[in-house]
């Protein structure tokens, strides 16, 4: 039986309410989520600057755990064109690892870190597109992880005396970040798993971006895995972007078409494939009530 | 005429929690059992409960962080399950806990909240330090961590978050528990200040009677999920023939306010 108080003809008469006339047109809401995006990433700079000593740290700490990979060069004892080769192979390997690891980290400490703040439920209760807000963050974790990136790649080349002189850095980049869409839709279905799983769920983005890498040919080409993780390897954009920034690199090719396309097609998908998950997921979380802060 | 239509309104209204035990059995216990109330635009509405009686779900399922296992709920004409959008951007809530990005300062915060409705940054430069102002925050620390803040300094924060996006429906969970003598009057004041000046609709979910009494054109009493009641204080009073709220919540449940059994801590955990 129903506890009735003041009851009274609920009101679904007249329209959407004033929230959607004052929401008014769609440039005025397409101005709104803009605002709401600009947010997303003002608070990941605001973030950054606030923890900047750690981000040099674990800078360092990147740095020094890329040498130990690439040094496996040196220990080869190839003539020193080969081993200039496997050195720039090993390092390009590292350093797109470093920057999905960063794109895998944000996108996960999405709901992560906010639940730990206690500021999820309203970030979760404002009037923002998932999908805007999910590309916020992709977008500051894509910039940051280029700049991170190409610090890293810089710094272990000059290191180590790694030579590129056909290099094709422009191409590169540009590969890197046509992937960073697809990145980035990998990266939402993985950052519904804190959601999902308030305790282990951010470690699992860890676990998603190491498959990634490992059926990609992080380290060596896709050829020497058995057929089955060929196949797998054929649907991961990491694939693309190791290929294609190995050769520009090393061979200053541009961009190639066949490393182009996969990326434009995965990309399609991975976004909407992505948002659906997540949505999914938050609906999981606001049925068992999994929002709300623990701990 | 132009028919009014409720602030909010909720019609039996249902929320069923699951948890397994540590014997992986699933429990299931109801935190909101048929509720049924409407609120007119512009009423202060107290719910008074103790812990776990379903305060801070009925808040959730309001501001579309819950969904309902039943009946429906509606701010202005906007369904908040097919609509919640809509609802999103008519609802602001103040919780017990002043969440916030504790490196960021309490300026970044508020611009941060404030950028997910649309507000730029040359409107949050100017409505920050004057909302600020408002709720008697010394806007010359504004750029101070919010780590660094005073568990009150860090509630009026929460409140001017609040009201800085102009909401028409206002949240209050639990405002002012946990907070000094002090900051508890200016808090409590600011809410007055809030119903005076604009035209906001208030619910108030609290378990401070006295504030309740104060504050509230209607109080209602949240027990284990069912709403007793929702009328203004002086008809309770009548209604159990009695002098305080205190006497009346012991009326209607035959518990004092304070006795919290085993059954309320255990229904926290879930609620």
């Not at chain 2, 602030?7 to 059995?25: H, I, M, S, T």
Request: hydrophobic share 45%; net charge positive.
């Amino acid at each position: 039986m129903s506890s009735g108080v003041g009851s009274t003809e609920p009101p679904r008469s007249a329209g959407r309410g004033f929230a959607a006339t004052g929401a008014g047109t769609a440039a005025v809401e397409m101005r709104h989520q803009l605002v709401g995006l600009f947010g997303i990433v003002e608070r990941n700079v605001y973030l950054t600057k606030r923890y900047f000593l750690w981000d040099i740290a674990f800078m360092v700490w990147t740095i020094a755990n890329t040498l130990t990979i690439v040094f496996i060069a040196r220990a080869a004892n190839l003539p020193p064109g080969r081993e200039n080769t496997l050195a720039t192979m090993l390092l390009v390997g590292a350093t797109i690892w470093a920057f999905l690891g960063i794109i895998f980290e944000f996108m996960t400490e999405t709901v992560a870190w906010e639940r730990w703040e206690g500021t999820i439920e309203y970030t979760f209760m404002a009037p923002l597109s998932r999908l805007v807000h999910l590309f916020g963050q992709g977008a500051f974790a894509v910039l940051y992880g280029l700049i991170r990136a190409t610090i890293l790649f810089f710094a272990v080349a000059a290191f180590i005396g790694i030579h590129a002189p056909r290099a094709n850095y422009g191409a590169a980049l540009a590969l890197l970040a046509l992937a960073s869409v697809s990145f980035i839709g990998v990266g939402i279905m993985a950052s519904v798993l804190p959601l999902i799983s308030p305790e282990k769920g951010a470690q699992l983005g860890f676990v998603a971006q190491g498959v990634m890498l490992v059926v990609s040919g992080v380290y060596y080409p896709v050829s020497v895995m058995p057929t089955w993780m060929q196949w797998i390897a054929k649907v991961s954009p990491a694939t693309y972007a190791l290929r294609g920034d190995r050769n520009e690199i090393l061979t200053g090719a541009g961009l190639a078409w066949a490393d182009v396309w996969p990326l434009l097609v995965i990309g399609a998908f991975s976004i909407p494939i992505g948002l659906l998950v997540f949505k999914t997921g938050e609906r999981y979380a606001k049925r068992h009530g999994k929002l709300k802060r623990s701990g | 005429m132009q028919q009014q239509h409720p602030a909010v309104f909720v019609r039996d209204l249902e929320k069923v929690f699951g948890r397994r035990n540590g014997l992986g059995r699933r429990r299931r216990r109801a935190a909101l059992r048929g509720i049924s109330f409407a609120v007119e635009r512009g009423e202060c509405v107290a719910v008074l409960g103790q812990n776990g009686s379903g305060k801070s779900t009925l808040v959730r399922v309001l501001s579309t962080l819950l969904l309902p296992d039943g009946g429906e709920a509606w701010i202005f004409d906007c369904d908040v399950l097919r609509d919640a959008r809509s609802v999103r951007r008519l609802v602001n809530r103040v919780s017990v806990e002043a969440s916030f990005f504790k490196k960021m300062s309490a300026a970044e915060n508020l611009s941060y909240a404030a950028r997910f409705y649309g507000m730029g940054p040359r409107e949050t430069r100017a409505a920050v330090p004057e909302i600020l102002t408002k709720v008697g925050f010394p806007p010359e620390r504004r750029g101070e961590s919010m780590e660094h803040l005073s568990r009150g300094m860090q509630q009026k924060v929460a409140l001017a978050r609040a009201l800085l996006t102009s909401p028409v429906l206002l949240l209050l969970d639990e405002p002012t528990t946990g907070l000094d003598p002090r900051s508890k009057l200016e808090v409590q004041e600011f809410i007055r200040q809030v119903r005076a000046k604009h035209d906001a609709t208030i619910i108030l979910c609290t378990h401070d009677m006295a504030e309740a009494e104060a504050l509230s054109d209607r109080v209602g009493i949240l027990d284990r999920g069912r709403l007793l009641f929702l009328e203004p204080v002086e008809d309770v009073k009548r209604r159990f023939g009695v002098e305080t709220l205190e006497e009346a919540f012991f009326a209607a449940t035959g518990r004092t306010f304070e006795d919290e059994s085993d059954e309320e801590k255990d229904r926290e955990v879930f609620a």
